[in-house]
């Protein structure tokens, strides 16, 4: 049962999924992980064009990527994706990179949920066909942290406004681009010169076309914190480990 979870196939790191320094970006990695997760979906016939029909779509709650070595491009990949936590409302999906050598590369950990389309409200999972139990071992528990420092800590670095372009299936600003809109705080130089160890996003609202966005971040140490708004919504925070 385990086995029939898991969803592995190799992949290309073509030039689509590179940064500045060649190899697979963050922001990239985040959409790659957004593949691994609708095909283990669309596997499982779980995924959003199945539940679009029963009147359900998933969103994404929370992130958390921890990169131990990043393919270069051309490289080939080995990722295996399975769910490994059902809460009833909501669950848990880990994805692991494996290089060709089976040396690991990063673990990533998504927490879904899914919501009603006319309401907007949490569904439990028990009205769908998703897996209740018998999960396959988690590589990466469900340990996100807690951002709750006030905005008074943070400072305003840019805005950045919606455009058609950034937006996803649902019509709304595809959770990529959260992350996309973080590293901008930083320079390209300081992007070439530093790794990125580990990255944890927490989606916290939705935001559509033509709103306009204000990034904020705040440094701990070897930490920085990103926080997102539209106005006075706290639309994502995002803790990024250097």
């Not at 997760?37 to 779980?46: D, S, V, Y």
């Not at 440094?219 to 706290?234: A, F, P």
Request: a negative charge.
């Amino acid at each position: 049962m385990e086995e029939d979870m898991i969803y592995t196939r190799k992949r290309s790191i073509s030039s689509a999924y590179v940064d500045w320094s060649v190899k697979l970006g963050v922001a990239q990695a985040q959409l790659m992980l957004q593949d691994c997760m609708t095909e283990c979906f669309g596997k499982l016939k779980c995924d959003n064009i199945s539940f679009m029909k029963l009147g359900y779509f998933w969103v994404m709650t929370k992130s958390k990527i921890k990169v131990f070595k990043r393919p270069g491009w051309n490289d080939t990949v080995e990722t295996s994706t399975f769910p490994v936590k059902n809460s009833g409302l909501r669950t848990c999906v880990n994805t692991v990179f494996k290089d060709m050598n089976g040396e690991l590369l990063l673990v990533a950990n998504q927490e879904m949920c899914l919501l009603d389309i006319e309401k907007h409200r949490p569904v439990p999972l028990s009205k769908v066909p998703y897996p209740a139990g018998d999960f396959p071992d988690a590589v990466l528990a469900d340990d996100f942290e807690k951002i709750n420092y006030p905005d008074s800590d943070y400072t305003e670095v840019y805005e950045q406004v919606i455009r058609s372009s950034n937006l996803d299936m649902l019509h709304h600003l595809n959770n990529t681009e959260y992350v996309k809109f973080a590293l901008n705080v930083f320079p390209e130089k300081f992007l070439l010169e530093h790794e990125i160890d580990e990255i944890e996003v927490h989606f916290k609202a939705e935001s559509k076309e033509n709103q306009t966005l204000k990034i904020l971040r705040k440094d701990v140490g070897n930490t920085v914190y990103i926080r997102i708004k539209e106005g006075e919504r706290c639309v994502a925070d995002l803790k990024l480990v250097l």
